[in-house]
C-alpha cells in the first residue's frame, strides 16, 4: 500500500512538473517569438552599437570614454526606462603613448621592424639587448641563468585543437599577465609575447599584465603572431639578434569613471532584481565592439524588449554597464559593495561578455535544482537559437554579485571571439547584425522567463 502511494504521488508529481512545463511552453514560446521578430526586425541595437563605436575605443580614463558615457546614458534615458543613473568608480587610468617601436637587428644592421603592442599597465621602455625564446614557465625555471639583462620572449601558440576558443585563452594568457614579473625575477629586461590570438595575421592583441609587487617592473608588449613566428625561426638559425624595444605608455594613477544603471521597476516583486550587464571599457584597441560595447548595448536592448512585449515585469530588471573590467574590475567591485550596503536582493544576473555572436548556450553558476529549472525552459529558449544550459563560468563583472539564485553568462559561438578579442580587429565592421539581435533576444528571452515564471 505504502509503494502504491509513494507510486502514485511520484507520478502527479511528475505530471505535475510535465504540465506546469507545457503551460510554461505554451505561453512563452508566442512571447518569445515577438521578441526574436522585434529584435531582428528593427535591429536597434546594432544600430546603437554602430553610434556608440564612433566614440572609438573606451579606456579607462580617456576621453572617448567620456564621450561614450555621456552618449549611452543620453540614449538611456529616452529608453522610456523607470530610472537611469550612474555609480562613481575609481579606477587604474593608463595611456598607451604614441610610440611603440620594435626593431630586431642582426649584425647591429635593421633586419625587420617588429609589430608590437605594449601590454596594459607596462611601463615605458628604451632599450636593446638579446632575446631569448621560452616555451613556458617550466622552460623559465630551467633557463633562469640564461635570462639576465636579456628580452625574454615567451612564444606560446594558441591551441587550435580545443573546440570552444576560451578553452584555448587561458593557458598563453597566463604569460600576458605575469609573464614580465616572472621573468623580471632572473633579470630579464623586458617580455615580449606572442599575440594570444586564434588568427595568423599580424595584427597585436593587447591585454593587462600585472606586476608582482617585490619583483622589479620591466616593460611587456605582444607580437603580431606572424612576426612571432618570424623572430622565432630566425633565432632558431642560430645568429645573435638583439631587439630595441622604446615605447612611451604610462600609468597616470587613478581616473573617475562609472557604472551606468537603467532599471524597469518590477510590478509584483520589485525588491527582487534581475540584472543583465556587461562591461562598458574596453582596451585601446580597435572600438571595442565585440568587448564589449555590443554585451552593453545587448543588455539595454534587453530592458526594450521586455518592456514592449510583456509592458512592466513582474520582478525588477536593472541593466548594468559596468566600468573598468579590462585593468581592474573596479566597477564590479563598486557596483557589488554598494547592493550590499543597501540590502539589495539580487534574484540573477545575466552577463554578456564574449563577444557579439550567433548564439550558443547559458553558463549557469546555480545549485543543480536551479540549473534543472532552467534547463525546462529549452523549449522557449531555443526560440533565438539557444541550445544548452550548462553548469559554470558565468562571467567576471557580475561574480562579486551576493547571494543570487543564479549567475548566468551568455555563451555566444566562440570559433571568431579571439581572431578581434583586444586588438584593431576589435571594430563594428567585424560585428553581424544578425547574431547580435539574436543575442540580444536570447538574453530578452531568459529574462522575463526568469522575472515571469521564476525559479521555483
Ligand atoms: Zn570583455
Known amino acids: 500500500m505504502k509503494k502504491l502511494i509513494i507510486f502514485a504521488v511520484t507520478i502527479f508529481a511528475v505530471n505535475f512538473t510535465y504540465r506546469q512545463a507545457k503551460d510554461t511552453d505554451s505561453r512563452y514560446i508566442p512571447l518569445a517569438d515577438s521578441i526574436v521578430s522585434i529584435a531582428m526586425n528593427k535591429m536597434e541595437g546594432y544600430k546603437i552599437l554602430g553610434e556608440l563605436s564612433k566614440a572609438g575605443p573606451r579606456l579607462s580614463g580617456s576621453e572617448n570614454l567620456q564621450k561614450a558615457e555621456k552618449f549611452i546614458s543620453e540614449y538611456m534615458k529616452g529608453c522610456g526606462f523607470d530610472t537611469v543613473y550612474m555609480q562613481e568608480v575609481k ?144 633565432l632558431k638559425a642560430g645568429k645573435p639578434l638583439q631587439i630595441t624595444l622604446k615605447m612611451n605608455c604610462v600609468n597616470r594613477g587613478e581616473a573617475t569613471v562609472h557604472n551606468i544603471i537603467g532599471e524597469i521597476r518590477g510590478k509584483s516583486k520589485p525588491d527582487e532584481i534581475i540584472v543583465v550587464g556587461g562591461h562598458f571599457d574596453s582596451w585601446d584597441k580597435g572600438d571595442g565592439s565585440h568587448d564589449d560595447g555590443g554585451g552593453c548595448v545587448q543588455s539595454v536592448e534587453v530592458l526594450k524588449l521586455i518592456k514592449q512585449v510583456i509592458g512592466r515585469p513582474e520582478r525588477t530588471i536593472r541593466c548594468v554597464l559596468f566600468a573598468n573590467e579590462e585593468n581592474g574590475l573596479k566597477g564590479a567591485i563598486e557596483y557589488a559593495g554598494l ?71 551568455y555563451v555566444p559561438d566562440s570559433q571568431r571571439y579571439f581572431d578581434v578579442h583586444h586588438s584593431d580587429n576589435d571594430v563594428y565592421s567585424a560585428v553581424n547584425a544578425r547574431e547580435m539581435e539574436l543575442g540580444s533576444a536570447s538574453m530578452a528571452i531568459l529574462t522575463m522567463l526568469l522575472s515571469e515564471v521564476g525559479l521555483d
Open 91 to 234: 579606477a587604474p587610468w593608463w595611456e598607451r603613448g604614441d610610440q611603440e617601436i620594435c626593431i630586431l637587428k642582426s649584425d647591429g644592421k635593421t633586419d625587420k621592424n617588429l609589430s608590437i603592442a605594449a601590454l596594459g599597465g607596462s611601463i615605458a621602455a628604451d632599450l636593446t639587448a638579446d632575446v631569448i625564446e621560452l616555451s613556458s614557465f617550466d622552460d623559465l625555471e630551467q633557463k633562469k641563468d640564461q635570462v639576465a639583462g636579456k628580452i625574454v620572449f615567451f612564444n606560446v601558440p594558441f591551441n587550435q585543437k580545443n573546440l570552444y576558443t576560451f578553452a584555448s585563452y587561458g593557458e598563453p594568457v597566463g604569460y600576458r599577465v605575469s609573464g614580465p614579473s616572472r621573468a623580471a625575477k632572473y633579470g630579464a629586461v623586458a617580455v615580449l609575447i606572442r599575440s594570444v590570438t586564434s588568427l595568423y595575421d599580424n595584427v597585436p592583441h593587447t591585454g593587462t599584465l600585472r606586476y608582482a609587487d617585490s619583483v622589479k617592473q620591466i616593460p611587456g608588449a605582444a607580437l603580431g603572431v606572424q612576426d612571432a613566428i618570424y623572430l622565432s625561426e630566425k
Open 339 to 409: 547592493a550590499e550596503k543597501n540590502n539589495e536582493y539580487h534574484y540573477a544576473a545575466i552577463e554578456s561578455d564574449r563577444g557579439v555572436f550567433a548564439p550558443l548556450g547559458f553558463n549557469i553558476d546555480a545549485d543543480s535544482a536551479t540549473i534543472a529549472r532552467i534547463n525546462e525552459w529549452l523549449p522557449v529558449l531555443r526560440r533565438s537559437r539557444i541550445e544548452w544550459v550548462e553548469k559554470g563560468g558565468s562571467g567576471a563583472d557580475i561574480s562579486r554579485i551576493k547571494g543570487a539564485r543564479a549567475l548566468i553568462g
